[in-house]
């Protein structure tokens, strides 16, 4: 695997460290919750990676068993110019997202580990499907015939940097107690608001990688 692409999958990791869904989780429980905050907090961030791996790795399976059966009908430059097409086709897209002031996040009647997961697999099945960055890094790894030995741990880092943004403000939080109150607070009211604007521009930034690593290939 060279360089370019490692960098470039680090980039699209970073990216989906902005998820509204899971950033406004973290920022509802510790205004919320005084109790075993570490503990549920913990058990719905792994929720949230064990089900972002597992749709990770059945696409990669997926993909490596498309790129198998039809390799013989799809050359480099064929891959190249479909990839190149949906970036263009998100690049334009993204300007035409619709507005929502409603936002998907849906606060927890119940703080309970069992809870917690359900919430975890519930943040994750809304936001999934615009997980565009994610998405792209698969293809990305599948097109360049990266075996599963380096894509498997590449797919156990991206979800966890993916998380790491929430692990920081709990960090912030246990350090700095009340400290972060009216910063979580303006966070969760910004959380609240649409989150259209986040995924118009991922899609923006995710169409124009997609254009750069293909044309490459044309």
């Known amino acids: 695997m060279n ?3 490692l960098m470039m999958i680090g980039g699209l990791s970073l990216l989906d460290t902005l998820s509204p869904a899971i950033l406004g989780v973290t920022v509802y429980l510790l205004l919320t919750e005084k109790e075993k905050l570490g ?8 929720t949230v990676i064990g089900f972002y791996f597992s749709v990770g790795v059945a696409l990669k399976i997926g993909f490596g068993i498309f790129f ?19 970036g ?3 690049f334009v897209w993204s300007f035409y997202v619709p507005k929502s002031k409603k936002s998907r996040m849906t606060n927890p009647k119940s703080k309970s580990k069992s809870a917690m997961v359900a919430l975890g697999v ?11 960055p ?14 599963w030995y380096q894509w498997f741990p590449i797919l156990v880092a ?15 939080y246990v350090a700095l107690g009340r400290a972060m109150q009216k910063p979580l607070t303006y966070m969760q009211k910004q959380f609240s608001k649409s989150s259209s604007s986040v995924a118009s521009w991922l899609m923006c930034i995710v169409g124009v990688l997609l254009m750069l690593y293909s044309v490459d290939y044309l």
Request: net charge negative; charged share 5%; glycine share 2%.
């Open 3 to 5: 360089t370019e692409l």
């Open 39 to 46: 503990s549920r907090l913990i058990v719905y961030l792994m």
């Open 68 to 86: 198998e059966v039809f390799s013989s009908f799809l050359q480099n430059r064929v891959v190249s110019w479909f990839l190149f097409i949906a």
């Open 88 to 90: 263009m086709v998100l």
């Open 122 to 132: 519930t943040t994750s099945l809304v936001e999934v499907g615009t997980a565009f």
């Open 134 to 147: 994610y998405f792209t890094a698969i293809a990305l790894m599948t097109n360049a015939g990266v075996v």
């Open 158 to 172: 991206y979800n966890v940097v993916m998380v790491l943004p929430a692990l920081i403000l709990y960090l912030l």
